[in-house]
């Protein structure tokens, strides 16, 4: 298929390096390089290798009972017609070069109906043994493979499909999703850098039937990152892994496990001296849990330790640690609460210094900023909770406004004037109906940061970076929008005034005065999205929001769930719409 642009001459095109071009494609989701890719034969070369770098490979038949013998033909041919269509583009080796990272997952179940129950099981094996053909043949034909995801798969992973994996070793990365391993041997070691094992929403049954004591199908030679999500496999991989010596290469560690299976992170650790990166998450943990340190001599260079509190306290003291995470779960709220001192202690006496600390435990209050500045005078960036202003059970009922189909008597109230007409992140013509969350969402953070300019809360002296956590839907303690200007006096009462643009403006820069290193102010939800404020050279400061405020007030009353931006992915329908030429 030969495209062209609807200009006789597009020689303008070339003008520009490719370099540029490839930069600025590479930021466009997939269904924007598809658009461009029939555009023109320039930027359909440039696009067709970003479109066809990562590949899905779906195989889905779900059938119940109750639904038409006929319904079951159509999907069975449905994904018939794809697999031939997907083994047609596998066996072009102009497309099939373009691969780097294959995923593929496969979910079969056909309900059996009175006198047919070996028909379904017959069809559920046909349609799983096209499905593994499909896959080793990917295996084969995708020369630059670089990484396989491998999710979804009903029961136990196929030996067939772990004797391709290793046949086509090695690879950069290998992900095993929502899968469950039978006791299989195999000849060859799967090989690869990166491995990662998540079983949480795997078949449970499965899992726990799994007669494997270990889980012998990697090779540790290349291994550079190793993640297991999952509370049985996790002991048995490091029993594999550990009894092939040392694991030189691996320097980032990721486990999800039960607490009582700690001593077997413990035994496997030797193993890997150079581990610099660790993320500890245990589950099965009681309030108070606490666990003896592993010898000193353990992972001796790590720098950056992400999970559990209980498990921070014992791999940060003694060691150069630089970044410490702490999860938002299970008691670690009423622990914080409960003694900060005392928690934040194990952290401190890491010999890094720690220069970067997030633990969404704890709230942005006086006593609480105190106590880590005195623990740790070196940070550079830290993220604390964002306190909230809740309403106590007596005044449940001051903040009742009418229903959503009443007249909006007024622009807006008189004390909000100066934020509806000078609003943070610019705009004109505000009005409360349709920017009231708009506008009062910023009131929380810019009063916080009022008391930091004030000095009744202190930072730490050399921070950089200020990250401040909120859940944006328990923000607003209202079930409809203010209607009149006194509801939303009501409101400001409560909570305070919003923050126009100049106003924020001023509040930042008594903040730089006092603390003159700080250069981002980020309000987020789980170190994801949100909204910043970042100084620039000239010293003034830059709004820039991710976050939909138009779409979250939307969502805050008409049941939206998603309100922060996310990455497009590939589809398959892309397979048979677009080709190279």
Known sequence: MRLRSRYRNNQHLRRFPLELWHESIAHLTIADLKDLSMTCQLLHGISIPFIFKNIEYRCIVVYSENEPSWDLKQKRDDIQRHANSFREFVETAKCASLVRRLLVSYVCHIAPTPGTSGKAILKEKETYKDFLNTFILCLERFSNLKGVEVSGLMGRIDKK??????????????????????????KQLITAKQICIDSRNADSEAIMNSRAKTLNFFSGENLESLGVWSDLYAPKLFRALGQQGRLERLTDISVYMDADNLM??????????????????????????????????????????????????????????????????????????????????????????????FVESVGCTKKAMECLVGYFPSLEELGVSLPRKTLLEDEVDLLIFPE??????????????????????????????????????????????????????????????LFLHEDAYDKFEIERLPASDDDEEGYVERF???????????????????????ERVVICKEYKGGLQWTKGYDGRWVYYTDFDLVHFQVGLFYSAEEVYSVTSSFGDEFLTQVSPV
């Open 161 to 186: 499909m772990l004797d391709a994996l290793a046949r086509r070793s090695p690879l950069d990365a290998v992900w095993f999703s929502g899968v469950s391993f039978a006791p299989h041997e195999i």
């Open 264 to 357: 077997d992170l413990y035994a496997f650790l030797p193993s890997c001296p150079n581990v610099k990166r660790m993320q500890v998450r245990l589950v099965g943990l009681s309030e108070g849990s606490q666990f003896a340190p592993p010898p000193a001599s353990t992972v001796p260079l790590v720098e950056s330790f992400l999970g559990s509190e209980c498990a921070a306290a014992v791999f940060v003291p003694g060691r150069p640690v630089k970044k410490v995470v702490i999860d938002r779960r299970y008691w670690t709220e009423n622990r914080f609460r409960a003694n900060l001192g005392m928690c934040l202690l194990p952290l401190s006496q890491s010999t890094g210094p720690v220069v970067q600390l």
């Open 404 to 465: 959503d189909d009443e007249e909006d008597e007024g622009h807006y109230a008189p004390s909000c004037a100066d934020a509806y007409e000078d609003p943070i992140g610019g705009g004109h013509d505000l009005r409360r109906w349709k920017h009231f969350c708009y506008v009062h969402f910023h009131t929380e953070y810019l009063n916080l940061l009022s008391s930091i300019a004030a000095k009744k809360i202190v930072i730490p002296s050399r921070l950089r970076a």
């Open 496 to 518: 305070g005034a919003p923050f126009s643009a100049s106003g924020a403006q001023d509040v930042l820069n008594r903040v730089s005065r006092i603390y003159p290193t700080l």
